[in-house]
């Protein structure tokens, strides 16, 4: 029987038909809902990848997430009509059907798309919500045109506009809602919440025009109870059963393998697939033995046949390593010339160093790369233990070896003797730090530091970085300590805050503004009467105020002299300067004295994120110096976040948190900032 289509709020005109009403089946309406519910979360939590660091482009979240949420507007309108009861066979017309979920998912990701943007204003919320609306609307009144069934229907005028207000009014609530809470989004409450009123708005528009429907039949017409559900439910069960199964499991996979991506972009080297230095740096703990590999003339190689030949050699020596060391044995690419292999135990380092000899052994002899013999000339540094009591110096010890004068390229295995190799280094890197200041190869990067609460940058950490132009990109780990040693810190210190005054003033002229900028401050020049005369002296060259400096110092400042250390604090406080107790929790100070320092800032050390939430006890230590921080009206930075789970836990441990991490940004030179905080 044909369909007519209108919207008067009387029956037919002529008297050949009757109305009828049908009836719904509870659990199946809110079994509808909850699938409207399920779908707007699992779309609200790939549109949060879309905001995240993230190695696919945001547009590609964007996509999945509308997906997902056009897909739940369609299964819940059928699921729903599943509910309702009528003696009238009834079938769907395929096509239109499959093409009534196209409006969904485009005006989901309109809406989507709008809502992220990064600067929004009221219109944004309102063209957005519009946007969900209308394609909630579409979906349903397309869905609603592929009936065909015995019967005809007219709309309630009133409730069919009263359908398509509520989707669009619910929707720009939910939009702006969603828009204004991102800070949150690792909330599950809130984002529960806003999946709650989106799926009302789905749920409430199916119903209320479901509403607006009246049916009729001829009067003649033997009503067929054999068919008394609009449509099978069996194979529709199924399609949205699956469908909702697969955009789960797109949401589960898609984010897993987009971490694990991510991780492999910032921890393995892409040509050799061994992990880089960014995570020998983080495993660098505990060694028996560290063995680097030299490969000294990798410049030359590239020069007399081309850069594609020179990774082949690479990849060539790398599959050496591989093929020769034992199984327990870590290799890493640390620099595009240096191989690092760390041994754990006694047992693997005797059987490294018997690998290594095998190897040297080898490239005494040309290698066979393609079609290509070549010489490939090295050292190998041995660095054991027992000669350091700190982790990080084993590897300051195998540059100690690897820029000693007399050191030779003939595959020797040279092993760190503390009394030839030493002094020379750390000598060398002491006297060239006054000409690295002047020739530009000492450089500052800065490191973000998020206020999620109120969405935008509390601040930056501006750090130390030096290029070395014999030794390379030099960790801070290295060089800082010895420049402490030789008391050349203060020097250095002096130059960042030029340089760091600098930079703001740069910055101000673009009206551009940080809030402020972090800088470190050495234990023994904090309390030096002429870090206050250069920090006032520099302010005034450069036209700024001491609220845009803070000051970031450590436990050790304050131990060795706790007095003259407060004395010192209060002068910068009383001057307007903020001041940070940076890595809180490594030092040795009392809780006591904590009170007593008229600092504005508590940093909590990586050293207590790295675990959490995995490690109950490190989570426990975090969240009671969370409370202690705030209990003291401290501003509470934490150091080192870098998974979302990370950020989920902090982000519920703490009321006003500042992030600071590789999960928001890396340090960055200047220009990158820039271009990062744009693209926010």
Same mark, same amino acid.
């Given at each position: 029987?044909?369909?007519?289509?209108?919207?008067?709020?009387?029956?037919?005109?002529?008297?050949?038909?009757?109305?009828?009403?049908?009836?719904?089946?509870?659990?199946?309406?809110?079994?509808?809902?909850?699938?409207?519910?399920?779908?707007?979360?699992?779309?609200?939590?790939?549109?949060?990848?879309?905001?995240?660091?993230?190695?696919?482009?945001?547009?590609?979240?964007?996509?999945? %997430?509308? +997906?997902?949420?056009?897909? $739940? #507007?369609? /299964? *819940? @309108?059928?699921? &729903? =009509?599943? !509910?309702?009861?009528?003696?009238?066979?009834?079938?769907?017309?395929?096509?239109?059907?499959?093409?009534?979920?196209?409006?969904?998912?485009?005006?989901?990701?309109?809406?989507?798309?709008?809502?992220?943007?990064?600067?929004?204003?009221?219109?944004?919320?309102?063209? %957005?919500? +519009?946007?969900?609306?209308? $394609? #909630?609307? /579409? *979906? @349903?009144?397309? &869905? =609603?045109? !592929?009936?065909?069934?015995?019967?005809?229907?007219?709309?309630?005028?009133?409730?069919?506009?009263?359908?398509?207000?509520?989707?669009?009014?619910?929707?720009?609530?939910?939009?702006?809602?969603?828009?204004?809470?991102?800070?949150?989004?690792?909330?599950?409450?809130?984002?529960?919440?806003?999946?709650?009123?989106?799926?009302?708005?789905?749920?409430?528009?199916?119903?209320?025009?479901?509403?607006?429907?009246?049916?009729?039949?001829?009067?003649?017409?033997?009503?067929?109870?054999?068919?008394?559900?609009?449509?099978?439910?069996?194979?529709?069960?199924?399609?949205?059963?699956?469908?909702?199964?697969?955009?789960?499991?797109?949401?589960?996979?898609?984010?897993?393998?987009?971490?694990?991506?991510?991780?492999?972009?910032?921890?393995?080297?892409?040509?050799?697939?061994?992990?880089?230095?960014?995570?020998?740096?983080?495993?660098?703990?505990?060694?028996?033995?560290?063995?680097?590999?030299?490969?000294?003339?990798?410049?030359?190689?590239?020069?007399?046949?081309?850069?594609?030949?020179?990774?082949?050699?690479?990849?060539?020596?790398?599959?050496?390593?591989?093929?020769?060391?034992?199984?327990?044995?870590?290799?890493?690419?640390?620099?595009?010339?240096?191989?690092?292999?760390?041994?754990?135990?006694?047992?693997?380092?005797?059987?490294?160093?018997?690998?290594?000899?095998?190897?040297?052994?080898?490239?005494?002899?040309?290698?066979?790369?393609?079609?290509?013999?070549?010489?490939?000339?090295?050292?190998?540094?041995?660095?054991?233990?027992?000669?350091?009591?700190?982790?990080?110096?084993?590897?300051?010890?195998?540059?100690?070896?690897?820029?000693?004068?007399?050191?030779?390229?003939?595959?020797?295995?040279?092993?760190?003797?503390?009394?030839?190799?030493?002094?020379?280094?750390?000598?060398?890197?002491?006297?060239?730090?006054?000409?690295?200041?002047?020739?530009?190869?000492?450089?500052?990067?800065?490191?973000?530091?998020?206020?999620?609460?109120?969405?935008?940058?509390?601040?930056?950490?501006?750090?130390?970085?030096?290029?070395?132009?014999?030794?390379?990109?030099?960790?801070?780990?290295?060089?800082?300590?010895?420049?402490?040693?030789?008391?050349?810190?203060?020097?250095?210190?002096?130059?960042?805050?030029?340089?760091?005054?600098?930079?703001?003033?740069?910055?101000?002229?673009?009206?551009?503004?940080?809030?402020?900028?972090?800088?470190?401050?050495?234990?023994?020049?904090?309390?030096?009467?002429?870090?206050?005369?250069?920090?006032?002296?520099?302010?005034?060259?450069?036209?700024?105020?001491?609220?845009?400096?803070?000051?970031?110092?450590?436990?050790?400042?304050?131990?060795?002299?706790?007095?003259?250390?407060?004395?010192?604090?209060?002068?910068?406080?009383?001057?307007?300067?903020?001041?940070?107790?940076?890595?809180?929790?490594?030092?040795?100070?009392?809780?006591?004295?904590?009170?007593?320092?008229?600092?504005?800032?508590?940093?909590?050390?990586?050293?207590?994120?790295?675990?959490?939430?995995?490690?109950?006890?490190?989570?426990?230590?975090?969240?009671?110096?969370?409370?202690?921080?705030?209990?003291?009206?401290?501003?509470?930075?934490?150091?080192?976040?870098?998974?979302?789970?990370?950020?989920?836990?902090?982000?519920?441990?703490?009321?006003?948190?500042?992030?600071?991490?590789?999960?928001?940004?890396?340090?960055?030179?200047?220009?990158?900032?820039?271009?990062?905080?744009?693209?926010?």
């Amino acid at each position: 029987m044909e369909n007519i289509f209108n919207y008067n709020n009387n029956s037919p005109v002529n008297n050949s038909y009757v109305e009828i009403n049908g009836d719904y089946s509870m659990i199946i309406v809110v079994f509808s809902v909850i699938i409207a519910i399920v779908a707007s979360y699992t779309a609200l939590s790939l549109n949060n990848r879309a905001r995240e660091n993230s190695f696919f482009h945001k547009n590609f979240w964007l996509l999945l %997430a509308s +997906i997902c949420l056009g897909f $739940g #507007i369609w /299964s *819940m @309108h059928f699921v &729903g =009509m599943g !509910a309702f009861s009528l003696p009238v066979h009834m079938d769907y017309n395929n096509i239109i059907t499959l093409v009534s979920i196209i409006p969904a998912m485009l005006a989901s990701f309109i809406a989507f798309y709008l809502a992220n943007l990064p600067r929004r204003n009221v219109w944004s919320y309102i063209f %957005a919500g +519009i946007a969900m609306g209308a $394609g #909630i609307s /579409s *979906m @349903h009144y397309i &869905g =609603m045109y !592929a009936m065909e069934m015995d019967a005809i229907y007219t709309y309630d005028r009133l409730l069919f506009i009263a359908s398509i207000c509520i989707a669009i009014i619910v929707s720009v609530i939910a939009v702006y809602i969603f828009s204004t809470v991102q800070a949150y989004k690792g909330n599950y409450i809130i984002q529960l919440s806003i999946s709650l009123i989106m799926g009302m708005a789905i749920s409430s528009m199916h119903y209320t025009g479901m509403a607006a429907m009246h049916f009729y039949i001829p009067k003649e017409y033997e009503l067929d109870f054999g068919h008394i559900h609009m449509t099978e439910m069996y194979g529709l069960a199924i399609i949205v059963a699956v469908g909702m199964a697969m955009l789960l499991g797109i949401l589960l996979l898609s984010s897993l393998l987009d971490r694990y991506i991510e991780y492999r972009a910032n921890y393995y080297d892409a040509l050799t697939q061994l992990p880089n230095r960014r995570l020998f740096e983080k495993k660098l703990q505990s060694p028996n033995v560290l063995a680097v590999w030299h490969i000294h003339d990798l410049e030359y190689i590239n020069r007399e046949f081309n850069y594609a030949f020179g990774d082949d050699v690479i990849r060539a020596l790398v599959h050496l390593f591989k093929s020769r060391a034992p199984s327990k044995i870590e290799i890493y690419r640390i620099e595009g010339h240096r191989i690092a292999l760390i041994a754990r135990d006694v047992d693997s380092a005797k059987q490294l160093i018997d690998a290594l000899k095998e190897v040297a052994d080898v490239l005494r002899q040309p290698i066979q790369v393609k079609d290509q013999k070549v010489f490939s000339y090295g050292v190998c540094v041995i660095s054991e233990a027992v000669h350091t009591d700190n982790a990080s110096d084993i590897y300051t010890n195998v540059l100690a070896v690897l820029n000693y004068p007399s050191i030779t390229y003939n595959h020797d295995i040279v092993y760190f003797d503390p009394t030839i190799h030493t002094y020379t280094f750390e000598r060398e890197i002491a006297e060239d730090v006054i000409r690295a200041m002047r020739e530009d190869e000492l450089f500052l990067v800065y490191q973000p530091k998020v206020r999620l609460t109120v969405q935008n940058i509390a601040g930056l950490e501006a750090l130390l970085r030096w290029d070395h132009p014999k030794y390379g990109v030099l960790s801070p780990a290295v060089f800082i300590p010895i420049l402490e040693e030789y008391d050349r810190m203060i020097y250095v210190t002096n130059w960042i805050i030029d340089r760091v005054c600098q930079q703001i003033a740069n910055w101000k002229q673009d009206n551009i503004s940080f809030k402020q900028v972090a800088i470190n401050i050495p234990g023994e020049y904090v309390t030096s009467p002429l870090l206050l005369k250069v920090l006032t002296e520099k302010l005034n060259d450069y036209g700024l105020e001491p609220a845009q400096i803070e000051l970031e110092i450590t436990e050790n400042s304050f131990v060795k002299n706790m007095e003259e250390a407060m004395r010192a604090v209060g002068a910068f406080r009383q001057e307007g300067f903020s001041v940070a107790l940076d890595d809180f929790g490594t030092g040795v100070s009392s809780l006591s004295y904590l009170k007593q320092m008229p600092i504005s800032t508590l940093k909590i050390d990586k050293s207590f994120i790295d675990d959490v939430p995995i490690s109950p006890k490190d989570s426990a230590i975090v969240q009671a110096i969370i409370t202690l921080g705030e209990s003291l009206d401290l501003n509470v930075v934490i150091e080192g976040v870098e998974t979302k789970e990370q950020l989920e836990f902090l982000t519920n441990t703490s009321k006003t948190p500042i992030f600071q991490g590789y999960y928001f940004a890396k340090p960055m030179k200047a220009h990158d900032l820039i271009k990062w905080y744009q693209g926010l």
